[in-house]
């Protein structure tokens, strides 16, 4: 377990200097280094049981998120800012750079600034407070901002995503072969076509509506730690979600109430490289493209072979 850690030490001084002013030279030749040490450890160590396949899936969808930050760290010449920053830790003054050692949340004064920043620009996704993160979509809070308030409402929610999530699973879990390590099919060819496609939407639902309880339940998990035990701020911890029941159109599903977590991840990995090749419309189809191809290596890793089937899905989504 301690060794394919140790590969991702690299993408850590990477984020180390992405903070640092003057370093955009050696975080380029520190990027094939890093790149090379997470697919090494993503792909190269395995899990053996047919139980723990899905770890497999984890390591693998966690290497392609740690690339696309590898990318953008290395290759933004003026380092990653946050809101108001001219330069990292410096902020914009009236007609000059003001130097401000606090340039957001730091409650822990035993930590380092420099390791506080490194650990927060490693964990953060929708980049709040960042520079790369302006622009993103965030639901209005949907719980008190007091901080006791905020954490027994936190807790409620927990325990409700919690039971529902174990609720959904033991019912996925009734269908053969569906809830199988192994794998299966959804769709059962040894029933009448009204049944068998009756049955194949009750368990698309219920798939559904398990990824989103388990959403839920590991982002509640995820705030009552850093706000309960590492006095985050409730208001850096806005919700993941904004009811995707509610979406009336594909375009304000994946644009506003599905999470964002991704969004610079696909933007990294596909959209950049398209927009460079065909405008906004590589923009478009390179983001999604990514996202397609985000998903499908990740389930490559559990030994299923390669299909398109998820490329072309997140294609069909653009039109």
Not at 10 to 26: C, E, G, K, N, Q
């Amino acid at each position: 377990m301690i060794l394919p850690v140790l590969y991702y030490f690299p993408f850590f001084v990477l984020a180390y200097l992405a903070r640092r002013s003057d370093t955009h030279l050696i975080r380029i030749l520190l990027l094939p280094v890093t790149l090379s040490g997470i697919v090494t450890a993503a792909y190269r160590f395995v899990w053996i049981p047919p139980e723990l396949n899905v770890y497999n899936w984890g390591q693998c969808l966690l290497a392609a998120v740690t690339i696309a930050k590898s990318l953008e760290y290395a290759l933004n010449k003026e380092g990653m800012l946050k809101v108001g920053e001219a330069r990292p830790g410096k902020m914009k003054g009236k007609g000059k750079e003001a130097s401000n050692e606090s340039t957001s949340e730091h409650k822990l004064p035993f930590v380092p600034r420099a390791i506080y920043d490194t650990v927060e620009l490693v964990h953060t996704l929708r980049g709040l407070q960042w520079k790369f993160g302006q622009g993103i979509y965030v639901p209005k809070p949907n719980r008190p901002q007091e901080r006791g308030p905020f954490l027994y409402a936190t807790f409620i929610s927990f325990i409700r995503n919690f039971l529902l999530l174990d609720f959904l699973e033991s019912m996925i879990k009734l269908f053969p072969g569906v809830g199988s390590p192994f794998g299966g099919s959804m769709f059962y060819p040894s029933l009448p076509l009204p049944w068998r496609y009756s049955v194949s939407t009750v368990i698309h639902v219920l798939t559904g509506s398990t990824i989103l309880a388990g959403f839920g339940m590991v982002y509640d998990l995820i705030t009552l730690i850093a706000v309960g035990c590492l006095d985050g701020s409730p208001a850096s911890w806005p919700p993941v979600m904004d009811n995707p029941w509610g979406a009336d159109s594909m375009h304000r599903l994946w644009s506003k109430h599905w999470h964002q977590l991704l969004r610079q991840t696909f933007v990294v990995l596909g959209g950049y490289p398209g927009r460079w090749l065909a405008g906004d419309i590589g923009l478009l189809f390179g983001t999604f493209t990514a996202s397609g191809l985000f998903h499908e290596y990740a389930m490559y890793s559990m030994g299923g072979g390669y299909s398109h089937a998820a490329p072309w899905m997140h294609g069909i989504a653009v039109v």
